[in-house]
């Protein structure tokens, strides 16, 4: 069993920044991809940017250089650095980690509550 737990969420004026971190319960070290969704009310929750080992971090066009993805295998944990903020990244965002190579299977934190004001 895989725990994941986000921190790092807030209230932000736009143009400001924040740092999501997601503790996992186990090491990270073996696992293949980790990633970074957000669920704004009244939507899906949607891909927000994902890191796998041995490969170039993948973002979505939103967030394309303004957010940055990263994992610490030593802390096991993951990061998303959150730049020049706009008020429709406002979302409660989830970390996910898919585990095992031949048939990976999810697991999702609790999420986090992150709000940009105008």
């Known amino acids: 069993q895989v725990q994941l737990v986000e921190s790092g969420g807030g209230l932000v004026q736009a143009g400001g920044s924040l740092r999501l971190s997601c503790a996992a319960s186990v090491s990270i070290s073996v696992i293949y991809t980790m990633g970074w969704y957000r669920q704004a009310p009244g939507k899906p929750r949607e891909l927000v940017a994902t890191?796998?080992?041995?490969?170039?971090?993948n973002y979505a066009d939103s967030v394309k250089g303004r957010f940055t993805i990263s994992r610490d295998n030593a802390k096991n944990t993951m990061y998303l650095q959150m730049n020049s903020l706009k008020p429709e990244d406002t979302a409660v965002y989830y970390c996910n980690a898919a585990v095992g190579l031949t048939s990976p299977r999810d697991y999702w934190g609790q999420g986090t509550q992150v709000t940009v004001s105008s």
């Open positions: 890191i796998t080992l041995g490969i170039s971090p």
